[in-house]
């Protein structure tokens, strides 16, 4: 592909824990490579888990990695942008009363469970043009959705920097809920806890 074009990025994505059998040791290698070379100078934080704790998480069953892998022409693989989805608690005393009646519906709660995409991230080799964040987050939607037609779930949660939520989730549906603590080495940076309705998708 001829980078310069800025066409949409060609990509296949599936976990890492769909390869995490004997017989694709080959590709998850490569995954983890490329994951170990991870490019995000905007978050600290992203680079930092895709080089050194997505292991940690997966293997402890913390959360689900996604990567969305693309292939160069000699057949070299990348990983262009990442996501993780997992299980959260959503504390509704932190919560306005209207966004307590919109989350809660019939069912009142104090603390209710919740999917939560996480650690979505796009490697800086790549421009928002080729694949934009929106992608990225429909791609974590797909697999949120497919969750809760097996076991249910009302609610999906992020904690994002208060931009990524004006620039993408407040667009996907999303809505404010609280400030929230920044992970460690973004402690300069304003993030919040968003969410949203499963069924508003």
Known sequence: MNRSTQERLEYDVFSLHSVAAPEYSVIRQLVLDSLGRFE???SPHL??????????YEQNGNSRTYVLVTFSDSGDLD????????????DFSKLSNSAKKKLMGDVSKEVSGAYAIAELARSDRYTSSELPG???LDEAKKVVFDAHKYVGGRLVVVDTQQVIFDTLYKSAGFRRLH??????GMEDKDFITAGCLVRDW
């Open 79 to 90: 990983v262009a942008a990442f996501f993780t989805v997992g299980m959260a608690s959503l």
């Open 179 to 184: 400030i929230t603590k920044p992970p460690k």
């Open 47 to 56: 680079e930092n888990f895709a080089r050194n704790s997505v292991l940690k």
């Open 40 to 42: 995000c100078a905007k």
């Open 134 to 136: 929106s992608m990225i």
